[in-house]
């Protein structure tokens, strides 16, 4: 889930940042600081909207750069349990299928791609369904499920469980199949025109 958050924090501004806006240099700092970072609470940095001094800047014996206490305004991203998410395949193996949802990866196990027995194919590479058909490949785009949620320090070591084994989710076109077999299986003909949706 996409969200603005707000935090305080102090920021070491140099002194050859002094003479232009103070805001701005601020808020170009914690740009290249903060921009990519994961945060436990927050999530994924996305970006800094906005940087405001709170107050007189503060000197520290030493140092010829002035501290500021400042409120920014942080674009995150944070997945949610249970949040139904919109993402691009990025890449298969023989354990599960990769979901680019935005800046960060979540993993569809290969139990959890469909309900159907699933083989692994690493000439495509991508993965085809026993009694459905069903395929995956990458490029795909797919709906999931979130189901687990680990936010680490980083977005390599950030861990995203997703899944797509109940109706509605996974590719667009899986439901129609499914609509077509069930017709089928009640002895009827799907509609003229081919499609069921």
Do not use: C
């Not at 103070?22 to 600081?33: A, E, T």
């Not at 590479?125 to 499920?145: C, E, M, Y």
């Not at 590719?171 to 009827?188: L, P, S």
């Amino acid at each position: 889930m996409y969200s603005l958050a707000k935090i305080r924090d102090t920021i070491r501004v140099p002194p050859a940042k002094f003479s232009s806006d103070l805001n701005q240099s601020i808020l170009g700092i914690v740009r290249g600081d903060m921009e990519g970072l994961v945060d436990s609470e927050l999530g994924v940095i996305i970006a800094v909207t906005e940087a405001r001094k709170k107050g007189e800047g503060k000197i520290v014996p030493g140092d010829p750069s002035a501290y500021f206490d400042s409120e920014l305004t942080l674009l995150v991203y944070k997945p949610q349990v249970n949040e139904v998410v919109e993402g691009i395949v990025s890449e298969a193996t023989e354990f599960g299928a990769f979901v680019k949802t935005g800046p960060i990866e979540g993993l569809v196990h290969v139990s959890q791609i469909a309900d159907d027995f699933i083989t692994y194919d690493a000439n495509v590479p991508g993965f085809t369904g026993r009694d459905s058909k069903r395929t995956l490949k990458i490029g795909d785009t797919v709906t999931a499920k979130v189901v687990s949620v680990s936010m680490k320090g980083t977005i390599p070591d950030s861990k995203i469980g997703l899944t797509m084994r109940q109706p509605g989710l996974g590719k667009k076109e899986w439901a129609k199949i499914k609509k077509v077999v069930r017709m089928e299986k009640k002895g009827k003909a799907p509609p003229k025109g081919g499609d069921v949706a």
